[in-house]
C-alpha cells in the first residue's frame, strides 16, 4: 500500500526493494478528487517481476572483494563490493544479500566502473569511518541485519529478491 499519492504522474515506479523476481503483482487505483469524493477501484493490473535489464552486467562484474566477519574487539564487519568493469556503470537496485545476511540496495543506488562500495551492519557510520579511517570517498552503505557468522555460513548476494545468483558460497 502506497498510502495517498498527492499529485498526479501517469508513471509509478514500484521501489526494486518490494519485489521479488518471478512473483505475480496485482495493482488497482482509487482516485480522490479535490472535494474529497473517491472513486470505485480500478480494475486490477496484474504483472510478473522479471529479472533485472542489468542481470548480465551484474554477474559479469559484481564482485565481493573483502569479508570482515571477525573484527578486532570494538571493530566492526562489513563486506566489500567491487565493480570490475572498466565501462560500465552497475545498477544495484533491488540487488540482495538472501543469506549470511540481509540487505537490499536501494533504489538509485550505482557502483561506478572500478569503484568499491563497503556495506556494514552497525547504523553507526561515523563510527565505523572513525575506526577504519575512511574519508568520505568512500561509499559505505549499511546497516544490514544478521550478523556474520565467525565460525562459517553460506552467502548469497543475488541480483533481487528471488532472482540469480551473482555470489553464492560457504
Known amino acids: 500500500d502506497s498510502g495517498p499519492?498527492?499529485?498526479f504522474t501517469p508513471d509509478v515506479t514500484i521501489p526494486a526493494d518490494?519485489?521479488?523476481?518471478?512473483?505475480?503483482?496485482?495493482?488497482?487505483?482509487?482516485h480522490t478528487d479535490t472535494t474529497g469524493r473517491n472513486s470505485n477501484w480500478s480494475l486490477s493490473h496484474e504483472f510478473t517481476c522479471g529479472d533485472p535489464v542489468n542481470e548480465t552486467d551484474l554477474i559479469n562484474y559484481l564482485r565481493i572483494t573483502e569479508i570482515m566477519f571477525n573484527p578486532p574487539p570494538a571493530g566492526y564487519e562489513y563486506i566489500e563490493l567491487y565493480n570490475s568493469s572498466s565501462s560500465v556503470v552497475l545498477?544495484?537496485?533491488?540487488?540482495?544479500?538472501?543469506?549470511?545476511?540481509?540487505?537490499?540496495?536501494?533504489?538509485?543506488t550505482t557502483l561506478l566502473p572500478g569503484a568499491y562500495v563497503v556495506l556494514v551492519g552497525t547504523a553507526d557510520i561515523a563510527g565505523f569511518r572513525a575506526y577504519y579511517g575512511l574519508d568520505g570517498s568512500v561509499t559505505v552503505l549499511g546497516p544490514y541485519t544478521g550478523a556474520l557468522n565467525n565460525g562459517g555460513e553460506q552467502l548469497v548476494l543475488r541480483t533481487s529478491a528471488g532472482g540469480t545468483d551473482i555470489v553464492n558460497f560457504n
Open 5 to 7: 499519492i498527492t499529485s
Open 18 to 30: 518490494v519485489l521479488r523476481g518471478g512473483s505475480r503483482y496485482r495493482v488497482r487505483v482509487q
Open 91 to 108: 545498477d544495484l537496485s533491488g540487488v540482495k544479500f538472501t543469506q549470511g545476511i540481509d540487505y537490499t540496495f536501494a533504489q538509485g
